[in-house]
């Protein structure tokens, strides 16, 4: 049987298995596993339990905080490897100190602290505020989600440590790191289980997708070992992307939706596309993410292996990855479309985190095609493109991930917290910081990879200046993102003392380009005139209108 | 003298705004410094800086690169995010 089809049956197996026993429950067993889980999340921490408070939204509240402490972290590492790739030796002083600072290993740390860091503590902050929201109860153990984000930012840490060094003592650092990542994924996965254990509401789909994007991480792992493809090439590559589309894709995507619809104040456009989200995210292989598993193989202590690709698997894996273009575009429109609701513009556009949403899912579909083309070339054994794969990679992470994943945690933190972001105008401006920084810095960057793939396939040894001056500026201009994040950090820090709180009066529009007057000249609804950017200092003037039939315009009005 | 007077002696006392001439002061010493500069240029030609000189070797080999002033930003960040907690976190 083909290696991919063999481990997906066993991953859908598991993940169907997983559905019906959290509708149904577990029957006679259900209690007794319901009190036993939740004397683990907070009995038998033992004074550990006590040292926090266990206040309502302070789990949410704790995760987005250290995320946007991670943020700026990882900004900084993927600038400065973005630096050594045109300048290696920019940092050469620091071999004094015994380190020896290499591009690579420093992109590797930058997406640890990015994916896992950023990214992860945003879906579980989020996450742990939406989903009881959704559910409409309260989250089952408040003091164990405050104390497992500590663990989890521990994890990170050493993951980042043995991205530099993989082995120090005999022990192998990011296996130990992977261990603590999966304890607090455990329970993570609990406390949201038991939460949804506690609600007989019918959950809305992002609330799925956030479930799916938790249990899908540690199945995807239980099917490759099953089907003992966990040291084949293929098994490796395919554990990755499996990881990829359930924690990644499918928690982003809940987040996504439900923000998008919290933030407008608009009604999710289409609960079939969100279904279709949930059933894609699942049932086919998502492209997103890097061609080289290595990420997938060090966390999980496995030796590499080339990648071997039968014909079957070729066709197979290449079919189910054109197919995951399906829930990419519904997930991109469903956003999309949702925060414009009837109109032509976005709803409430200075609000935090809503133009992140936008970006994000704007960014979506391109990369979705190019991370396609990229992951097909390399599972077809052509391997032209793998030169721009790291690029694509982080300008998935830059422009897709992070941006929706902030955009939530944004939308997010001022229910938990009870208080908004210092400063409308200090966050619009680190959105442009982060998200121009990105964009421009890394597409620079791409055009270089391709300048260089261009010039080894034309034999050509002599490096080119231009894909050397293209490297330096896409470096330079990458650090716009941790400028962006320096300034997303303090204003969401001063917020929580300082901002104004949310049971006070809607905050009104602080954009510099309110128009002054409204021209009317038809009855229209007051949405349509707000979405035009209009505030509420803005005049709505009635044009007149006449019903003098015109001629034509006198040239000599004089004579 | 009366008793209302007599209570502010002793007190320190710190205006909520900053007078705009204030600014003048700074830009003087500016650009009495960069005066001090040049005319030690003049007046001791090919000299080194006393103190300065003997401390910048130092720091040879190690801002060698562009990437330092970047670091140099990302670290002030640091510091701003850091201190942003710790004001908020201890204002009044």
Known sequence: ?559 | MSSDDSSKIGQFLQGEKEPSSSWVILVIGVVVTLSFLVIYNILYPGQDLPVISSLLPMFEGVFDSGIWFFILGAMIGAFAILGTILTEATIE
């Open chain 1, 1 to 559: 049987m083909d290696t991919i089809l063999s481990t997906l049956v066993i991953f859908w197996a598991l993940i169907t298995i997983s559905y019906v026993v959290i509708q149904k429950g577990l029957g006679a067993f259900g209690q007794v596993v319901r009190g036993m889980s939740l004397f683990m999340l907070e009995k038998a921490l033992g004074p550990g339990a006590d040292l926090v408070e266990g206040r309502k939204g302070s789990g949410a509240k704790v995760w987005i905080i250290q995320g946007v402490v991670w943020l700026f972290l990882s900004s900084t590492l993927t600038f400065i490897g973005l630096w050594l790739a045109h300048d290696p030796i920019a940092l050469h002083t620091l071999t004094a100190w015994g380190y020896h600072p290499v591009s690579s290993e420093l992109f590797y740390a930058g997406k640890f602290a990015a994916l896992f860091g950023c990214v992860g503590m945003f879906i579980i902050g989020s996450g742990l505020h939406i989903l009881p929201k959704l559910l409409e109860v309260d989250l089952a153990s408040e003091k164990n989600a405050v104390l497992t984000s500590f663990a989890w930012t521990l994890s990170i840490i050493i993951l980042i440590i043995g991205s530099q060094n993989h082995f120090i003592l005999g022990l192998d650092v990011i296996l130990i790191g992977t261990a603590v990542n999966l304890l607090v994924s455990t329970a993570i996965i609990a406390n949201q289980l038991l939460t949804k254990a506690a609600s007989n509401v019918v959950l809305a789909a992002p609330g799925w997708l956030i479930i799916f994007g938790l249990i899908g991480n540690p199945i995807a792992i239980i099917a490759t070992f099953a089907s003992g493809a966990y040291d084949t090439g293929l098994g490796q590559w395919l554990v990755y992307h499996l990881s990829g589309a359930t924690f990644f894709f499918s928690s982003i995507a809940g987040i996504s939706l439900y923000s998008a619809s919290f933030g407008s104040g608009n009604a999710l456009w289409s609960r079939t596309l969100a279904g279709v989200v949930i059933l894609g995210t699942i049932f086919t292989i998502n492209p997103l993410g890097s061609v080289d598993p290595i990420m997938a193989v060090d966390m999980l202590g496995l030796t590499s292996a080339d990648l071997v690709v039968s014909h079957q698997d070729n066709v197979l894996g290449s079919f189910l990855m054109a197919l995951a273009a399906v829930p990419i575009i519904a997930l991109s429109a469903n956003i999309l479309i949702t925060l414009r609701g009837t109109d032509a513009f976005v709803e409430n556009p200075d609000s935090a985190g809503i133009p992140e949403i936008n970006f994000g899912a704007w960014m979506l579909l391109p990369l979705g095609i190019g991370a396609l083309f990229v992951q097909t070339d390399t599972l077809s054994g052509t391997n032209e493109l793998t030169g721009i794969s790291n690029i694509i990679d982080l300008l998935i992470i830059w422009t897709i991930l992070i941006p929706l994943s902030l955009g939530g945690a944004l939308q997010v933190l001022p229910s938990a917290s009870g208080r908004y972001p210092l400063s409308q105008n200090r966050a619009r401006l680190s959105f442009w910081l982060l998200s121009g920084g990105a964009v421009l810095g890394l597409i620079l960057t791409m055009m270089s990879d391709i300048a260089d793939i261009a010039l080894k396939n034309a034999l050509v040894e002599d490096p080119s200046a231009l894909s050397h001056s293209l490297r330096k500026a896409g470096s330079v201009i990458f650090y716009g993102t941790v400028l962006g994040a320096i300034f997303h950090s303090t204003n969401i820090f001063s917020g929580l003392y300082r901002g104004e709180k949310i049971s006070s009066a809607t905050t009104p529009s602080s954009t510099t380009f309110a128009p002054s007057s409204y021209p009317l000249t038809t009855a229209t609804t007051v949405r349509r005139i707000l979405a035009s950017g209009a505030v509420l200092d803005t005049a709505v003037v009635p044009t007149l209108e006449s019903n003098v039939r015109g001629n034509p315009t006198s040239l000599n009005e004089e004579e």
